[in-house]
């Protein structure tokens, strides 16, 4: 093939060397034999990847968790939120939640943007194409340093068209693979840290809605309470005023009806700012929550199957993207290894050049160039043993966070399987405290009416009623927190 003009370019920044393997390429790339050698050389060197490959490090687990109740290959964990969480009005929270919640848009936003960072890191793997064109138009001065003979045009235009065949870096050294590798791990962390933000997401509504019927229950306690308490001092009043009673009943019952009376504005206080959170969590203005059932309605698991301990680690968001920070910080050691060796960058280009527009496509106006370019750094002053000490610590750093993340979600388990083990026992035991009191008072305030016991004790028999109940209702609370908390901690809830 006849070229008119032809570039063929070689260079190299620092390394003589490398000419010795330039040279018989270009001498020798007519003969088909040896050219077929130097490309299954190149496919060969390209198969090389610098860097540690990544396995999976080696953590103890314990065979089972502490204190489960079960040891059932199942676990809660498996069941979709909406089995677990069977209030409808919550399940409607929750469903707002996960189409509003800025927290989770912006994990999905990151997710999108991991995903657009590896489709640009693993591009550089392939050739680039591309075209350009020129045209260049001007007009001379008649009157200019030179002299323009009669005849000649004082207006000019020409232009280059040309195609950009292929920029392309032959991945010897696998410094590109390692990057997409990389890149495509932090992409998979990104999306589990979104799992993540979900099953943090559903928790903190659920918690969040259990803790307002908490609160709807300490808000009727406290009135019936006050109701009775007012009814108390009323009677009390009319007995000293009668000349059958004393002052110091009377400071009593007051005392009494103060003591309800300052409950009910800390909980409406509570109960709006709850209200509050849940309308963020749901990404609204702040305002009203409906309620469904009662708390006293909310039913419990009587146990809790935490199933397999080695099914935690593939369960856990959390973990999940730990090792996946491990696997692009593994990978990022091999980009850093790889800067020590030369890159091989090839490019390729064809086109036309005319100094005059209208004969730019005919005649012999075909140009063509390749240009293999070779860089090797020589003298860096310690910046590439540098950056591979950076990427080896990092990757410590990774698998130091990694391994504490499985050791912090057994112990999450453990922490949650206990709280919920003992809160049980508490709710039953302040029920009994309560059914107690609660008859108590009706025997004391039965003795006083027939004269046969002081004021005092029937109020003092009030005060404690007044305040097992609200613990009662702090109890059963924590109870529903702590299934919740147990859901949380077996990796439940993310599950698509």
């Known amino acids: ?175 590109l693979r390692r990057a997409t590798e990389a890149a495509q791990a932090e992409l998979l962390a990104s999306d589990w840290n979104r799992k993540e933000v979900i099953r943090t997401l559903i928790s903190d509504v659920a918690t969040a809605y259990f803790n307002l019927l908490e609160l709807d229950m300490e808000l009727e306690i406290a009135r019936n309470t006050l109701g009775t308490r007012q009814e108390s001092l009323r009677l009390l009043r009319t007995q000293l005023g009668g000349g059958v009673g004393t002052l110091l009943d009377v400071r009593q019952g007051e005392q009494l009806v103060y003591t309800a009376a300052q409950v009910i504005p800390d909980d409406e206080r509570q109960t709006e700012q709850t209200e509050n959170l849940i309308s963020l969590l749901l990404g609204k203005n702040p305002g009203p929550v409906a309620r469904g059932s009662l708390m006293t309605v909310q039913q419990t698991p009587p146990e809790i199957p935490a199933g397999l301990t080695s099914a935690l680690l593939e369960r856990r968001p959390d973990i999940q993207a730990a090792e996946q920070i491990l696997i692009a910080a593994n990978a990022n050691i091999g980009v850093a290894k790889a800067a020590y060796f030369p890159r091989i960058t090839l490019t390729g280009e064809f086109g036309f050049q005319s100094t005059a527009l209208a004969s730019l496509f005919s005649g012999p106006r075909r140009f063509w160039s390749f240009i293999p370019q070779i860089t090797q750094p020589i003298f860096t002053a310690g910046r590439l043993r540098s950056q591979v000490e950076l990427a080896e610590a990092q990757q410590r750093s990774a698998l130091a966070q990694y391994e504490n993340a499985i050791q912090s979600a057994f112990r999450d388990v453990s922490d949650a399987l206990i709280q919920y083990q003992k809160v049980r026992e508490i709710r039953a035991q302040r029920e009994s405290l309560v059914t107690s009191l609660q008859d108590r008072k009706r025997l004391a305030y039965m003795r006083f009416r027939g004269g046969v016991d002081t004021m005092l004790n029937a109020l003092n028999s009030d005060q404690d009623l007044f305040a097992a109940e609200l613990n009662l209702a702090q109890a059963r609370r924590d109870e529903l927190l702590s299934l919740v908390q147990v859901y949380k901690a077996l990796g439940g809830g993310w599950q698509e």
């Open 1 to 175: 093939m006849h070229h008119e003009t032809t570039e063929i370019e070689y260079w190299s920044n620092g390394v003589l060397e490398w000419w010795a393997l330039k040279i018989p390429l270009l001498h020798y790339s007519n003969t088909p034999s040896l050219r077929s050698w130097v490309v299954v050389a190149v496919l060969m060197l390209s198969g090389c990847m610098l860097g540690p490959d990544y396995k999976r490090p080696s953590v103890g687990i314990p065979s089972q968790f502490r204190v489960a109740t079960t040891s059932q290959v199942d676990s809660i964990a498996d069941l979709e939120w909406f089995e677990v969480f069977k209030d409808e009005h919550l399940q409607e929270l929750i469903r707002v939640a996960l189409a509003q919640n800025y927290d989770l848009r912006d994990a999905i936003a990151r997710v999108d943007a991991a995903r657009a960072n590896l489709g640009i890191t693993r591009s550089n793997q392939f050739p680039n194409f591309g075209a350009g064109a020129d045209v260049t138009s001007q007009e001379l001065s008649r009157q200019g340093e030179f002299t323009i003979p009669k005849g000649t045009s004082r207006q000019r235009t020409y232009g280059e068209v040309f195609l950009n065949l292929f920029t392309f870096e032959i991945d010897i050294w696998g410094r």
